[in-house]
């Protein structure tokens, strides 16, 4: 993905946030062709809480990826010492965190094998370097 020009720190926030909650719909609907028909819940860290439950209702019906059908309608938000899911967010992030500003793959290379890939061609579709380096070798860059 390229760099566009950032239009300021809320905007990369809900664009990120947009891309996210897309990816995790496409998953839910990888699942369901394989047989697994579930939903999804976001679950998102209470320190946020107004801004991201409107960027979900925004989003929710439609995003410029369509629709998130999956993902159901309501937010469940969280401190993060109240579920495991959220510290695991915040392990994944830290891990990535490390690998692209220390260049330390140690944390990434737990989670890697369990970032999930688009079923057609294996590529990593959960995890995304937005850079204007064509020539960058990262994971997320050279995966295939």
């Not at 020009?5 to 990816?23: L, M």
């Not at 209470?46 to 801004?51: L, V």
């Not at 290379?109 to 959960?126: E, F, T, V, Y």
Request: charged share 25%.
């Amino acid at each position: 993905m390229s760099l566009d020009a950032a239009k300021g720190a809320v905007q990369v926030r809900s664009d990120t946030f947009e891309e996210v909650c897309s990816r995790f719909n496409n998953f839910l609907i990888w699942q369901h062709r394989l047989g697994h028909t579930i939903k999804g819940l976001v679950i998102i860290d209470k320190n946020r809480e107004d801004e991201y439950r409107h960027l979900l209702s925004s989003f929710q019906t439609s995003t410029k990826y369509g629709y998130l059908g999956n993902v159901v309608d309501i937010p469940y938000f969280a401190q993060s010492h109240e579920t495991r899911m959220l510290q695991l967010a915040d392990f994944c992030a830290y891990a990535v965190w490390r690998y692209y500003e220390r260049q330390d793959d140690k944390y990434l290379n737990i989670i890697l094998p369990r970032i999930c890939r688009k079923p057609s061609s294996r590529k990593l579709d959960g995890l995304q370097h937005i850079t204007n380096n064509k020539q960058c070798t990262c994971v997320a860059c050279t995966s295939v």
